[in-house]
C-alpha cells in the first residue's frame, strides 16, 4: 500500500497545540470546541472565523514554531501503519523546516520517501497539483487526511480516499484511530 498522509491533524495530534494558541486571540467566551471546529476546517478558515489580523496570524505562526516537538507527537498507531506500508508521503501546508524537525524529534524522517511542503510553490489544497505529482510520482494507492480538504485532490487524481476522526461525505473510508486503519488495509 503506497500512501500520501496529511501532516496536521492526521499524522500528529497537533491540533491540541493549535487550540492553546488560538485561543490567545478569540473572544474569552469562545469555547476549544468552537476553536476545533473552525480549525479543521482550515487555519485560515478559523483566522477568517475569528477576524484575525495579519499580525496576530503571524503571531500565531511564531508561538506555534516555538512550541516543541513534543507538543505535537504522532498519533497512537500510526507507527505501525507507516512501517508496514510500502511507501508513504506527506502533502501539508506546512512549511518544509518544521515538518523536518517534528519528524526528526520523533525519529520518522526515514518512514516517508517524499514530501510537498507549503513552501514548495504548489497551490494549496484543495487545488491538486500537489496531489498529482505525488501520485505521477509514486503511483499512490490512498490518502489519508483528517479533513475534507485533504481527499478532494485525492478524489480528482483518482486515489481512494480515508477521512480520520472526521465523519464528512465524500471519502471511501472513515477511521477514528488507526487499529481500525490497519484492519482495513492489511485484514484480508
Same mark, same amino acid.
Given at each position: 500500500?503506497?500512501?500520501?498522509?496529511?501532516?496536521?491533524?492526521?499524522?500528529?495530534?497537533?491540533?491540541?497545540?493549535?487550540?492553546?494558541?488560538?485561543?490567545?486571540?478569540?473572544?474569552?467566551?469562545?469555547?476549544?470546541?468552537?476553536?476545533?471546529?473552525?480549525?479543521?476546517?482550515?487555519?485560515?478558515?478559523?483566522?477568517?472565523?475569528?477576524?484575525?489580523?495579519?499580525?496576530?496570524?503571524?503571531?500565531?505562526?511564531?508561538?506555534?514554531?516555538?512550541?516543541?516537538?513534543?507538543?505535537?507527537?504522532?498519533?497512537?498507531?500510526?507507527?505501525?501503519?507507516?512501517?508496514?506500508?510500502?511507501?508513504?508521503?506527506?502533502?501539508?501546508?506546512? +512549511?518544509?523546516? /518544521? &515538518?523536518?524537525?517534528?519528524?526528526?524529534? $520523533?525519529?520518522?524522517?526515514?518512514?516517508? #520517501? =517524499?514530501?510537498?511542503?507549503?513552501?514548495?510553490?504548489?497551490?494549496?489544497?484543495?487545488?491538486?497539483?500537489?496531489?498529482?505529482?505525488?501520485?505521477?510520482?509514486?503511483?499512490?494507492?490512498?490518502?489519508?487526511?483528517?479533513?475534507?480538504?485533504?481527499?478532494? +485532490?485525492?478524489? /480528482? &487524481?483518482?486515489?481512494?480516499?480515508?477521512? $480520520?476522526?472526521?465523519?464528512?461525505?465524500? #471519502? =471511501?473510508?472513515?477511521?477514528?484511530?488507526?487499529?481500525?486503519?490497519?484492519?482495513?488495509?492489511?485484514?484480508?
Amino acid at each position: 500500500m503506497k500512501i500520501l498522509w496529511d501532516f496536521d491533524g492526521t499524522l500528529f495530534d497537533t491540533y491540541p497545540a493549535f487550540v492553546s494558541i488560538m485561543k490567545r486571540f478569540v473572544p474569552e467566551h469562545v469555547s476549544n470546541e468552537e476553536i476545533l471546529k473552525e480549525l479543521k476546517v482550515s487555519f485560515r478558515h478559523a483566522t477568517n472565523v475569528f477576524g484575525l489580523t495579519m499580525e496576530q496570524v503571524e503571531e500565531f505562526r511564531v508561538l506555534d514554531n516555538a512550541l516543541s516537538p513534543d507538543k505535537k507527537p504522532p498519533f497512537e498507531g500510526v507507527m505501525e501503519i507507516l512501517n508496514k506500508s510500502d511507501l508513504n508521503v506527506i502533502m501539508t501546508h506546512k +512549511p518544509r523546516e /518544521e &515538518v523536518i524537525t517534528i519528524l526528526q524529534h $520523533f525519529n520518522m524522517e526515514n518512514l516517508f #520517501a =517524499d514530501l510537498v511542503a507549503g513552501d514548495d510553490g504548489y497551490p494549496r489544497k484543495p487545488d491538486a497539483a500537489s496531489y498529482r505529482y505525488l501520485h505521477n510520482k509514486h503511483e499512490l494507492d490512498l490518502a489519508v487526511g483528517d479533513r475534507l480538504l485533504d481527499i478532494i +485532490p485525492a478524489k /480528482e &487524481v483518482g486515489m481512494k480516499t480515508c477521512l $480520520f476522526q472526521n465523519t464528512a461525505v465524500g #471519502a =471511501d473510508f472513515y477511521v477514528e484511530d488507526y487499529k481500525q486503519l490497519k484492519q482495513l488495509l492489511w485484514s484480508k
